[in-house]
């Protein structure tokens, strides 16, 4: 039901995709929005799992945020789906088609399920705990490449933490001076999708919420990759900050990390 939670709210997202004119939009924070767009695609998740299991319980920016608190997810017992509606709020509003619904299951605190539905290209990706990570329907592994030189690294900028770019930006001229290249597309699940699709050799990112990674977090370990918190630990759902990527290539962005901040 998570898939078909994910497929239905993408669906909504379609539906008013490229409506920047009319849309309605409200400043949350710092260049962090919510949209009527987000509160559909909510409902609309809230709806179909509700409905096919009212015992579990729903964790989200919009959908009970302080169930994610410093203990994490993992703390809650039961079945927990943590879902973010529409993550990439604001390409979504602009049009620029890098914006998904994501939905990690979690039972008695341990990620058992994901679902990443790409709003603009219909992709859906998927794993199970044991069962692989897959894009509609086929396997997906991590990136080969073990090359920093050839790898190209996905990010987050703290765009509405601003306090977090004196420790960023050693850390992008570090990455972006020994690879391929850096990406900033602005949805955090997609980017563990595309590191678990081998898009990406890695990803980092500062800080972000249990929602944004909880699906990612799944699929990126079930192709074949790592996901640690900056400090190295496993990461844990909850607000965090998130290295992924191949064994090799996580290996070497998580140590040239260190060093930029010496």
Not at 86 to 105: K, M, Q, R
Not at 127 to 132: I, K
Not at 193 to 199: M, P
Request: hydrophobic share 50%; with cysteine; net charge negative.
């Amino acid at each position: 039901m998570a898939v078909q939670a994910a497929t239905e709210a993408a669906t909504v997202l379609a539906a008013h995709a490229g409506g920047l004119a009319t849309l309605r939009w409200e400043k949350k924070g710092r260049a962090d929005y919510v949209t009527e767009v987000d509160r559909a695609s909510e409902r609309c998740v809230r709806r179909v799992l509700a409905e096919a299991l009212p015992e579990a319980r729903m964790l989200g920016e919009e959908l009970s945020p302080e169930l994610g608190g410093a203990a994490g997810a993992a703390s809650l017992p039961g079945l927990v789906f943590v879902v973010d509606p529409l993550d990439g709020t604001t390409n979504y509003v602009h049009g620029f088609p890098e914006y998904a619904v994501s939905i990690g299951v979690l039972a008695d605190g341990v990620l058992t399920a994901a679902v990443i539905k790409h709003g603009a290209t219909g992709a859906t990706y998927t794993a199970t705990r044991g069962g692989g990570a897959f894009r509609d329907g086929v396997r997906l592994g991590v990136s080969p490449i073990t090359d920093p030189e050839r790898a190209l690294i996905g990010t987050g900028f703290p765009f509405s933490q601003l306090e977090w770019l004196d420790e960023y930006l050693p850390q992008f001229a570090a990455i972006s001076s020994r690879t391929a290249g850096i990406r900033r597309a602005g949805s955090a699940a997609l980017d563990l999708a595309h590191v678990a699709a081998g898009q990406f050799e890695a990803f980092w990112e500062l800080t972000l919420a249990p929602w944004d990674i909880a699906a990612g977090i799944l699929l990126v370990r079930e192709a074949g990759g790592v996901v640690t918190d900056l400090a190295g630990a496993d990461a844990r759902i909850a607000h965090t900050s998130i290295v992924a990527g191949s064994p090799a290539m996580h290996a070497w962005l998580l140590a040239t990390l260190h060093a930029a901040a010496r």
